[in-house]
């Protein structure tokens, strides 16, 4: 088993930027395809960017899209989410998570096997 621990939320200023990172103990990190959900009080769980195993190919969901970038250093069991030019409407508790399937399903959290418990953001305006 893979077990996902998130860090690097915090309470930050419209237009700031903050870096999250999903660190892996456990399993072939490696090996998993990670994506990034987030979800703001009320709402339900969204997509926000995903990475490939090899780092290859990237998904943004289009609000995130030029301000979110997404990576992987399997070197190092990491993945991040470089979050740019942060807008209160990115308040949420974001979590990463891990995937063996394919890549045109990563926009589903279903297709996920292992979470971490998640770190909040919240943007002030």
């Known amino acids: 088993q893979v077990a996902l621990v998130e860090s690097g939320g915090g309470l930050v200023q419209a237009g700031d930027s903050l870096k999250l990172s999903c660190a892996s103990s456990?399993?072939?990190?490696?090996?998993?395809?990670v994506g990034w959900f987030r979800q703001a009080p009320g709402k339900e769980r969204e997509f926000v960017a995903a990475?490939?195993?090899?780092?290859?190919?990237?998904k943004y969901t289009d609000s995130v899209k030029g301000r979110f970038t997404v990576s992987k250093d399997n070197a190092k069991n990491l993945a991040y989410l470089q979050m740019n030019n942060l807008n209160p409407k990115d308040t949420a508790v974001y979590y990463c998570?891990?995937?063996?399937?394919?890549?045109?399903?990563?926009?589903?959290?279903?297709?996920?096997?292992?979470w971490g418990q998640g770190t909040q953001v919240t943007v002030s305006s």
């Open positions: 998570a891990a995937t063996a399937n394919r890549w045109n399903t990563v926009v589903s959290d279903g297709g996920y096997l292992y």
């Open positions: 456990g399993g072939a990190f490696s090996a998993y395809g």
């Open positions: 990475i490939t195993w090899n780092g290859g190919l990237t």
